[in-house]
């Protein structure tokens, strides 16, 4: 299967980032025939309620991905449309403006990304998928003006086999390196570390933990840079109504303990 380079250390990224929170959030989505609708509000400080409205839609090729109103006044567009059975052109606009084209053919992803605003830079990127398990690829980024000629270039691979699944990827032009393991021990726990390996530091750990899917719900738990752990739990309360609940503390200090909560419906 075709996969997108910037999606090669997917795996462990999503069990150690996804479901952590220190926000209380109510997000609602609703279809209105072929709309759909999406409210997501926020608790801020002092009890204060920001909310932020967004819709997606298609009609025949063409795909309205997000429009979305922010609380601050700020507006996101993100469109895409199916040029050819292996070609998407897409165009986002929010604080800049990108387009883009991703390509695919059996095994090969490619990407594109162009500035249209300030035109200042344009990125690259590739990724193949060989039967054995292994993807491989890379990005580069192009600067158009201003700081001129390649600013950043990076490589990556991933291999895949059984219950394991490692992934090394490069950054700042090969300055360091993050590598990513996961392995589901059965079919209820899965174990996920991040760690980025540099001639500064040695060994920076991103984050070590896991994941436990039991009848209750899903108990996720992280020990993450600075020594600081957190533990989430994810639940079905109700018919597509999920509730999370997260928090987070420093192992030296758990004053610093911070708590969010958040609903989806």
Do not use: W
Request: glycine share 12%.
């Amino acid at each position: 299967m075709a996969t997108k380079f910037a999606d090669i250390a997917k795996a462990p990224k999503d069990l150690l980032n996804d479901d952590y929170t220190t926000k209380q959030t109510l997000k609602c989505k609703k279809n209105a025939g072929p709309v759909a609708v999406t409210i997501e509000t926020e608790r801020g400080e002092g009890g204060a309620l920001s909310s932020k409205i967004g819709t997606k839609f298609a009609y025949a090729k063409f795909n309205v991905d997000k429009a979305q109103a922010t609380a601050n006044g700020g507006h996101v567009l993100e469109t895409s449309l199916n040029v050819a059975p292996n070609m998407k052109l897409s165009f986002k606009a929010g604080k800049g403006a990108d387009l883009g084209i991703d390509y695919t053919q059996g095994n090969f992803y490619a990407t594109g990304v162009l500035d249209v605003i300030e035109m200042s830079k344009f990125s690259t990127s590739a990724c193949i998928s060989l039967p054995s398990g292994i993807k491989a690829g890379g990005d580069a980024t192009y600067g158009l003006s201003g700081k001129t000629g390649l600013t950043a270039l990076n490589v990556g691979a991933s291999y895949a086999h059984g219950p394991i699944f490692a992934t090394a990827t490069s950054s700042s032009k090969f300055s360091s390196v993050t590598l990513g393991l996961t392995y589901q021990v059965n079919p209820a726990i899965t174990l996920a570390s991040l760690t980025s390996h540099s001639s500064d530091k040695i060994c920076d750990v991103n984050g070590i933990g896991g994941s436990y899917k039991a009848d209750f719900g899903t108990i996720k738990a992280k020990y993450s840079a600075g020594g600081v752990v957190s533990a989430a739990f994810i639940k079905d309360i109700a018919p597509k109504v999920t509730l999370t609940a997260s928090g987070s503390a420093a192992v030296s200090d758990f004053s610093t303990f911070k708590y969010g909560v958040g609903i989806a419906m």
